[in-house]
């Protein structure tokens, strides 16, 4: 009896193992004319995140995810099309560009793309704009997306510091360089102004042209309804920007005729191997995130900043790794130290000698974050791109009277004559600050010279359109800060023509840096844990208190290449 227990498992494992051995091969079942059912709302990491911490850390899903399952949908004749359900998206004007984008390739390919879009009384620009591409669009009958246009809120920090006895010594290069102004001034700067029509001047024109062509109105009656303030459903169909009022259920029932259309949710689509639709079993390309701030060292386990060891050690493997032809580098970063932002751009340099590289910027790539794509042989921007922002910024506060007026008393031992300089407790003297400002004069002029390198243009040319200025990807391309207008697929194929690759749907994506072992992400993990239990005295504070702001420390005598962001909404 036991020797026959043993054989039903045996069969039974055997059974297992070739059912799995199946499923990977052919993937889930899926219905002749289905459609792919999207989540298309709030927020999208760049890359799928490696390993267990990542994953724990991981909210949403990914831009890749996003785009991958549109690209198979392109090439899956099981699929008739996309039903892309489109709440509050959490995103800049540069990963809105790429799923339009993709939409749009999956319209040209010859499939139906419904978009519904589904937002509840908040501003819906970015909305409209990604369910534009769509053949048909419905509002959700409880929704009220707002047609009211776009606006750049930004926050001033100068009033505050008096009233909690902090003194803010902030010094830049660069009269566009904001996150200057955003803690030491209490009103908009006439550079800060000018820039941000600029940026708002660019993206409204492009959204109206782009709705008003995909839409087929008349851009000047787009504007007049924007200018209005469209509120309700109805209004939205009256516009001509949406065909109809549905429910997801009726929207459906009419795509399948009597009854309701055969169905396929996304995670159920990402478990079909795209190399079982023919493509992506070619020439291996590399991606590269660098995604966040910029810091030295490893990159922290959970996302939102990168160590510049880490990239580095990552485009390394990847440029000397035989089986990858070429290494696109994925840049989302506002910025940061400008030692880490060097040392990659060395790293990409040295990359670039073993393989052809692209830089993909993405909803931001500014200041640190452009500084290291300059280095990379080409560099391919979406048109709402926030990038440039080629400055320097230092600040440092003094607590002293803070801390008096709460008890807090200090005393200071020194050897050297600048020892003490960066105490929190006292404002920089005038050596002091002669010191400070050679340096960031010297960070400046290195930036210049690596950018100028980069891009082969003239270190003075590079000065005339840096000043710290932000540019949406369109302008930059104008003025040579990048080499085309287009998205991440775009590099790409890019990257691949470069390595002599012609047939981009063969190309595999294989993605960097690659997750640490268990052992080490789980001692990460604990290091972050202890270091988040016991913060220092003055921590951290952000500098635009707002998603487009980027993480400042408050520590004296950090130079940093970072900056506040403009958020265009």
């Known amino acids: 009896m ?50 267990l911490v990542g994953r724990l850390f991981h909210q949403g899903h990914s831009l890749g995810e996003v785009t991958e399952a549109l690209r198979k949908v392109r090439h899956d004749g099981r699929i008739a099309g996309v039903v892309a359900r489109t709440g509050k998206l959490d995103c800049g004007w540069a990963q809105a560009e790429e799923i339009r984008s993709a939409l749009a390739e999956v319209k040209a390919a010859g ?31 409880a929704a009220a997306p707002l ?62 042209r782009t709705v008003s062509s995909a839409r087929n109105i008349a851009a000047a009656d787009l504007q007049k309804a924007i200018d209005r303030g469209v509120s309700r459903p109805r209004q939205l169909v009256e516009t001509g920007v949406a065909n109809g009022v549905r429910s997801h259920q009726e929207v459906l029932v009419e795509l399948g005729g009597k009854n309701a259309a055969p169905t396929v949710d996304e995670q159920v689509y990402s478990r079909v191997r795209a190399a079982s639709l023919g493509i992506d079993d070619g020439p291996v390309v590399a991606i590269v995130h660098a995604v966040g701030t910029v810091q030295t060292g490893k990159s922290p386990p959970g996302g939102g900043s990168f160590g510049s060891d880490s990239i580095a050690a990552a485009l390394a493997e990847a440029a000397g790794d035989k089986g990858v032809s070429a290494i696109v580098l994925r840049v989302a970063s506002p910025g940061g130290s400008p030692a880490a932002s060097d040392e990659i ?78 105490d929190l407790d006292r404002s920089l003297d005038a050596e002091e600050l002669s010191m400070v400002r050679s340096q960031i004069a010297d960070v400046y002029q290195l930036f210049l010279e690596r950018v100028a390198t980069g891009r082969k243009k003239k270190v003075e040319e590079i000065d005339r359109i840096g000043a710290g200025r932000v540019w949406t990807g369109q302008q930059a391309f104008e003025r040579g800060l990048v080499d085309e207008v287009g998205t991440m697929e775009d590099a790409v194929r890019a990257a691949a023509n470069a390595a002599g690759i012609h047939d981009i749907d063969k190309v ?62």
């Open 508 to 569: 595999q994506l294989v993605h960097y840096p690659k997750g640490d072992t268990l052992v080490e992400q789980m001692a990460e993990l604990g290091a972050g844990a202890s270091a988040a239990m016991a913060p220092p005295l003055v921590t951290r504070i952000q500098a635009l208190l707002g998603d487009s702001a980027s993480l400042l420390t408050l520590e004296p005598g950090v130079a940093v290449v970072a900056d506040s962001v403009p958020m265009i909404d």
């Open 345 to 422: 751009w060395l790293a990409i340099r040295e990359a670039a000698k073993k393989k052809p590289v692209v830089a993909s910027l993405g909803d931001v790539a500014a200041s640190g974050g452009y500084y290291l794509a300059s280095a990379a042989d080409r560099i391919v921007a979406a048109p709402g791109t926030l990038t440039g922002s080629i400055g320097v910024v230092f600040f440092k506060p003094d607590v002293s009277a803070l801390l008096s007026r709460i008890g807090v008393h200090t005393a200071t031992l020194q050897r050297g004559r600048f020892s003490s300089m960066f």
């Open 111 to 141: 499939k139906r793309v419904v978009a519904e879009l589904d937002v509840e009384l908040a501003p819906a620009s970015k909305e409209i704009f990604v369910a534009s591409a769509a053949d048909t669009v419905y509002v959700t009958p």
């Open 2 to 51: 036991m020797q026959l227990w043993k054989w039903i498992v045996r069969i039974a494992t055997l059974a297992s193992i070739a059912w799995a051995a199946w499923y990977w091969v052919h993937g889930p079942t899926i219905e002749q004319g289905s459609y792919l059912v999207l989540d298309l709302s709030g927020s999208f990491s760049e890359a799928r995140p490696n390993g």
């Open 147 to 208: 047609l009211i246009g776009l606006s750049a809120h930004s926050v001033f920090l100068g009033g505050l510091w008096p009233k909690i006895d902090v003194a803010m010594q902030v010094e830049q290069v660069g009269e566009y360089k904001s996150a200057g102004d955003e803690l030491a001034r209490e009103s908009m700067s006439p550079a800060q102004r000018e820039m941000l029509d600029a940026i708002l001047d660019d993206v409204s024109a492009r959204f109206v």
